[in-house]
C-alpha cells in the first residue's frame, strides 16, 4: 500500500518522493529571482501595473527572424558540435536520409514528434515554418531522434525506450545547446532581446509555473487524503496564495486567476507536471557541463542516451552527473536564468 496519491504515482519511475520536494524547496527558496523578472517585465513595458495577461507580451519588437529549413539545421549543427563529431555525422545523415516529414501539407496532423522503431531508425513530423520556433522544435525533436537512435544501437528491444522522465532531458539538452550557441554568435541587439526573452520565458513556464501546479497538486491531495473536502472555495483559495507567492508584489493577482487550475489538463493525470521542472534542469545543468567541463561530460551524457530505458531514469542521469535527489540541478537552472536576467538588464 503507497502512503499518499504522489508516492504511488512517482513509483512507475522509482522517483522518492523527496526529488519532489526538494524541487519545491529550491525553487521557493529562489522566487526572488522569479520577481525579479516580473518587475523587468514591468518596467520594459512600460506598465503602472502588471497582470497575469502582462506575462505573454514579448519583451522584443516584433523581429523578423526568417529561418529556412537549411539554415536551421545549421545553426543546430553549430549548437551540437560540442558533442564531437560522430554525433553530428549521424544527425546529418538522418536529416539527408529522410528521417524527418518536414512540411505542413494538406491531411497532414499538425505539431511534432519524434519515434522510432527499432532496428530500422527514428522517425520524425514536423511542421517546419521559417521562423525561430520551429528551428527549436527540430532541435528538439532531433534530441530525442538521437536518443533513440544510440538507444537502439545499444540495447536489447526491451530497454531501447527510455523513460519520459529522461527522454525530455535528451530534447532540452538539444534545445538549450541551440540557445546557447545563439546567445554566443548573436549581436544584434533586438534579436538578442528576442532571444533572451524567449529563453526566460522557457524558464518561467517550465521550471516556475510547473512547480507551482506540483505544489497546488501536492496541497490538494494531501487535503482529500485527510478526508477533507475539496470545495471550490478551498481549490481557488489555495491557487491564489500560490500564485501571489510565485509572481510576487510586481504582479496583480486578478480575481479571475483564481479558476485557472479548472483549464489545466494535466491535473487530471496526477504529479505528472514535475517531470517539466525536473527535466529542463537536469538538462539545463548537464549543459552548463558539457560547455565549461567538454569531453567528461560529453562522454557522460553520450553513455546516458546509449542505456536508453535500461535502469530508473535517477541512476541515469546520475551516471550522467546530475543527482536529482540533491538540488544542485535545480539551483543551476535558477542560476542560469538570473544570469539572463542580468543580461537582460544590460540590453535595456
Ligand atoms: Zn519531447
Redo the contacts with the bound molecule.
Sequence with gaps: RHQSARSAALFADNIPPAVYDSLVQTVRSNLGEMHRYMELRKKILGLDELHMYDIYVPLAEDVKWVIPFPEAVAMLKNGVAVMGDSYVEILSRGLDSRWVDLYERKGKTGGAY?DSIYGVHPFLLLNYQDNLDSAFTLA??M??ALHFYFSSQEQPFIYSHPAIFT??VA??VHESLLMEHLLQTTSDRERKIYLINYYLEIFRGTLFRQTMFAEFEKIIHEKAENGEALTSHFLKEAYRELNTAYHGEGMVVDAEIDMEWARIPHFYDAFYVYKYATGLSAAVSLVRQILTKGKPAVDGYLSFLKKGGSDYPLNLLQEAGVDMASPQPVQDAINRFSGLLDEMEGLI
Excluded: K, L, M, Y
Design positions: 519524434c528538439h525533436e534530441g530525442h527522454a525530455e530534447s532540452t
